[in-house]
DNA sequence: GTTTACATCCAAAGCGCTTCGGATTACGAT
DNA sequence: ATCGTAATCCGAAGCGCTTTGGATGTAAAC
């Protein structure tokens, strides 16, 4: 039999509405009857019908995440991570996390029916266009939410993305750290974000070491396999080729790979190479290539969840963004120059 | 401002009951108050409050979903296309899915939580294992649910799986119609289940076609590339080689297709050639490998929601299965024997 | 004209929880 | 003694909906 407020409190012979304080940590009940308390609804097993107590306050206990339908390109890959930390970290604050899909053209309506149906406190916007009409949307009927990627508008609002700068100068620190001096670049066309993101971060993280990036080494190339074999080609015809490689997307990095194993490049000796979100394990290959990888999808989760407890605790929208933090993954492609390599120290005194 | 239900009936000169009975379909309630009533609601914009009606009713409208944390092999990447599909069709009957994620050690926790609280009104069981402490427990506690997997237990419940068996046998109607007559098959061990029951299919489209399977031709194969690649070895050494080919998984697949490229195999010409689940578009071909392929996504979360729907309107469990089923998925490497194979046919006769 | 049977409609009692606005008590301060 | 204060506790009024058990009126049956 279900047990209920009424009768956790008539066991202890206490008023239902001491019973409620003590268990929602209000202070006006003596410590030692919240103990009691405690002791007997655990006893029990009394659980507080959420129903009932959502009616009460009018909170709705969840939060929404409304996810394009029918959407299946690799970042689908990465949901099952999301939600899998979402709801991780929502349960800790016994709120549930609320699924629905919609195909595009009627995903207002869902929005809709979710907001005015009270079914959830706020919402997270997934897959974010540029110019995203459901963040208009909710913006102006002031409803929280939490954008899942970054987009253009004018009012402030709760962001999560991923900091590709970061992983752009990560990468290049490691290889500068390995003491790489000549380190290459090839990156895809710029007017692309994350391209434009990492470029910036390799470009700092080689100042911030007291080096000028040489313009011969950062080499743009189509974000295709074609593009990232033809820009190592040009590299190793270099007279004086750089000792590390850095591809900014593992598509051109499959390219690049090739390319060097083609030259008779094996990984650890000669030229270090770092690709940025590593090599897809279905391509066969002999050993692990070093990458920068972004955040499991369970991190982005937790930040996710941490984002909207902020946003439903008020805090100021404008403060509310996170960028994840993607980390350099140990791999066989890279280490210290080739000896040789080290020499020109000593002339870069002469 | 919200408007409920008693605002409603105001505006309406009824009383709330009524309201709510024309709203809820009942008889006692006159045709002509009824089309006054929605179409005052919608004037409104009335929504009733979810949590209110779950209160009154003891429903939840809502059904959850466990998804097993930190599970990310390739069965992931249809997770998203699962809630995709599921949630579409709860929303047809205003249900919601809620999706908790939680580490192996407090599953039967989580869904104690679940289920005490009453937050859901059934559950789907994923990724079951053959002896499943969580299905034995929601048994226990005669709470509604639905397997995805099938499993090993006494009582009766209700369950989605793949049909691997008429999967087997497409893939070989598909070769015989084509044709063919002398159809190999890659398996790989039979103690796994999916093996054996594609196996089965494979054997009994055969036999239906008045063909004697050859135990030369049926070849078991480890579960790796190696496995495919010597397999196919052996096939094209035979004085009479066949002149189709099933792989019955795409692991061996892989190397089934190496093997055959090794060989000078070109798609389409000699030997046809089908691999189970298709090959990933990871691996670099020029060419679609003809595959059986799985149901969508999608259309697996639809059927868990028609199961769940069903078993939430009582129907007796042991009717309550659905197989998903495969279909072949066109490509370019099959086709008719090479003209030399059609002569066999007169030489049957004799 | 009285009954019976329907067809419509409604008042009010919950569902189980929170919370406002006191009540009660104890106790040192005045 | 009286008052103010702080610490505890509780009665009762909702939250917005469903549903039971009639009430009312109207037409067919006797």
Redesign the interface.
């Known amino acids: 039999m279900?047990v209920n407020l009424k009768m956790l409190s008539e066991s202890l012979g206490l008023s239902q509405t001491t019973v409620s304080r003590a268990l929602n940590g209000y202070s006006d009940v003596s410590e030692t009857t919240r103990q009691r308390v405690i002791e007997a609804a655990s006893q029990l097993?009394y659980?507080?019908?959420?129903?009932?107590r959502?009616?009460a306050t009018g909170r709705?206990d969840?939060i929404g995440i409304v996810?394009p339908?029918?959407?299946?390109d690799i970042g689908?890959?990465r949901?099952?991570?999301v939600?899998?930390g979402l709801?991780?970290r929502l349960?800790e604050h016994r709120i549930?996390?609320?699924?629905?899909?919609?195909r595009p053209d009627v995903e207002l309506d869902?929005y809709r029916?979710l907001i005015?149906?009270?079914?959830v406190d706020a919402l997270i916007v997934a897959r974010t266009r540029l110019d995203d009409p459901r963040i208009r949307f909710l913006q102006e009927r002031n409803f929280p939410f939490v954008a899942y990627g970054r987009t253009e508008t004018a009012l402030p609002y709760a962001w999560f993305d991923f900091d590709n700068e970061a992983g752009g100068r990560m990468a290049a620190r490691r290889l500068l750290e390995l003491g790489h001096r000549r380190i290459a670049l090839i990156h895809a066309p710029l007017d692309l974000t994350f391209a434009a993101q990492r470029y910036k971060g390799f470009i700092t993280a080689l100042r911030e070491a007291g080096l000028e990036p040489d313009p011969e080494l950062v080499i743009e190339a189509p974000l295709n396999r074609i593009g990232g074999y033809q820009a190592v080609g040009r590299l190793l015809a270099m007279k004086k080729p750089p000792t590390a490689l850095l591809v900014d997307n593992n598509v051109a990095g499959v390219g690049a790979l090739r390319a060097l194993g083609d030259k008779g490049w094996k990984p650890g000796s000669g030229m270090s190479l770092i690709v940025y979100d590593g090599i897809?394990s279905?391509?066969?290959l002999t050993c692990t290539v070093t990458g920068v990888l972004q955040p499991t999808g369970?991190s982005t989760g937790r930040a996710l969840a941490d984002l909207v407890l902020d946003v439903l605790a008020g805090k100021p929208l404008a403060d509310l963004h996170r960028l994840g933090q993607p980390c350099v993954g140990a791999g066989e492609t890279d280490g210290p120059p080739p000896a040789p390599a080290r020499r020109p120290r000593a002339k870069a005194l002469g």
């Open positions: 279900k097993g659980q507080p019908n959420p129903q009932a959502q009616l709705a969840a996810y339908f029918g959407a299946s689908d890959m949901f099952g991570e939600v899998s709801t991780e349960a549930d996390l609320l699924i629905h899909s919609s869902t029916r005015d149906g009270r079914r897809p279905e391509i066969p369970e």
